[in-house]
């Protein structure tokens, strides 16, 4: 079963994207929770962080790296950044394609909730 992460990488329903390689794809999130909130995720289909192997080394490093280009590119990193990776529901994950969410533009709180 595909998840509207897939379907977006698909080009199935729109997405406002703000980057695109042959690894991975970035689309504004539609209920953001920051004046900047970006979704980062890969374009092989990982469930969550609970079910990464050890063959998915390479595509979560590329993901990391990409974070922080992505958050320099949307003018993030002098004033700094989160991102947060929920995994499995007790964390809020709820769509389950693992993806890294790249919040800032206001000053953000700790304990995040």
Not at 15 to 31: M, Q, R, S, T
Not at 64 to 70: D, F, G, P, T
Request: proline letters at 5%.
């Amino acid at each position: 079963m595909s998840t509207i992460f897939t379907q977006i990488i698909n080009r199935e329903i729109p997405a406002d994207i703000v980057y695109e390689d042959e690894v991975c794809l970035a689309f504004k999130d539609i209920n953001p929770q920051a004046p900047v909130h970006v979704l980062l995720i890969p374009k092989k289909e990982i469930v969550s962080m609970a079910t990464v192997e050890a063959e998915d080394q390479t595509v979560l490093g590329h993901l990391m790296v990409k974070a922080s280009e992505i958050a320099s590119m949307l003018g993030l990193s002098e004033g700094g950044y989160r991102l947060v990776v929920n995994t499995n529901e007790d964390a809020g994950q709820s769509v389950f394609h693992l993806h890294v969410h790249i919040l800032g533009g206001r000053k953000l709180t700790w304990p995040p909730g």
